[in-house]
């Protein structure tokens, strides 16, 4: 199958959680391109020079929190169709549908088990792989 290469924007300050991401991608996927960004500002500083097709992130984040980051993205009228994947550890309702109201894409715990983890990182993949973009 046929994958389109994806600009993936990563918002993660943990390095553990990049190095587990990349080790998870599949190598079908072998031509995507991750840019990292290790907070909201950084990300948006980013997303001045360089569009990318999908953001990764997780809720649970410093300057700006994860919320404000969110609220901040989709009021910009240039970011906010870019498709936003929460990859987190928080299983908070109110965290789920404030992120859900804001107009999120997705919203994924991050799995202990690997296994389950890279289960979950592969399907995001596949799936805006395929997804036609605008």
Request: proline share 1%; with cysteine.
């Amino acid at each position: 199958m046929l994958f389109k290469t994806l600009k993936i924007l990563l918002i993660e300050e943990k390095g553990v959680e990049v190095v587990r991401l990349n080790k998870a991608i599949s190598k079908e996927f072998k031509d995507y391109k991750i840019i990292l960004a290790k907070n909201g500002n950084e990300a948006l500083s980013i997303l001045k020079s360089s569009l990318v097709d999908i953001i990764i992130t997780d809720l649970n984040m410093s300057d700006p929190d994860g919320i404000e980051f969110l609220s901040s993205l989709k009021s910009n009228l240039k970011l906010k169709h870019i498709p936003i994947i929460i990859l987190t550890t928080s299983k908070n309702d109110k965290d789920i549908k404030n992120c859900y109201k804001l107009g999120i894409s997705g919203y994924l715990l991050k799995s202990l088990k690997y296994e389950d983890y890279k289960i979950k990182i592969n399907t995001i993949l596949r799936y805006w792989s395929l997804n036609e973009f605008i």
